[in-house]
């Protein structure tokens, strides 16, 4: 392994908090798919291993409590709110790349993918584009700012 991208695997393992998830069309207009205030962890293990899991906040909890119990609609409203996946990654320093590579998904159209992110640190912060991609003719553009939660440096 390069020195470049073994410096890069290390600045990203470790444990980080969700600050910002956002969508941005290419007229410059963002949203959050998520809501403002969804939270997340991700995850990056020194062995290769990632896990990216955010929800939106204010999920409605099912009536009988059971994980696999609720009614239809509620499960479904449960999961629109939840995105999930986990997998192996590989660092590539010289673009400041990470790319997942999706062995388990909620969204059944992600497992087996691999998806490039572009990754750049400020401070305590590490911050991931995802590569434009095409939505109903639109180019969107995807943003997330993650925080340190753990004390590695």
Do not use: C
Not at 112 to 129: A, C, H, K, M, S
Request: hydrophobic share 35%; charged share 20%; glycine share 10%.
């Amino acid at each position: 392994m390069e020195e470049e991208a073994r410096t890069l695997k290390e600045k990203l393992t470790g444990v980080w908090k969700l600050v910002n998830y956002q969508v941005t069309d290419a007229r410059g207009v963002s949203n959050h798919p998520m809501g403002k205030d969804a939270s997340g962890i991700a995850i990056y293990h020194e062995d290769g291993y990632m896990s990216v899991q955010i929800m939106s906040s204010g999920r409605l909890a099912y009536a009988a409590g059971g994980i696999h119990t609720g009614p239809t609609k509620a499960v479904a409203a449960a999961a629109k709110g939840y995105l999930a996946y986990s997998g192996t990654y590989e660092v590539s320093s010289g673009e400041s790349m990470v790319e997942h590579y999706m062995t388990v998904s909620l969204n059944p159209n992600w497992e087996g993918d691999t998806q490039p992110r572009y990754v750049q640190f400020e401070g305590d912060r590490l911050i991931i584009n995802s590569q434009p991609v095409f939505i109903q003719g639109q180019e969107k553009n995807t943003q997330l700012i993650w925080e340190r939660a753990d004390s590695k440096n």
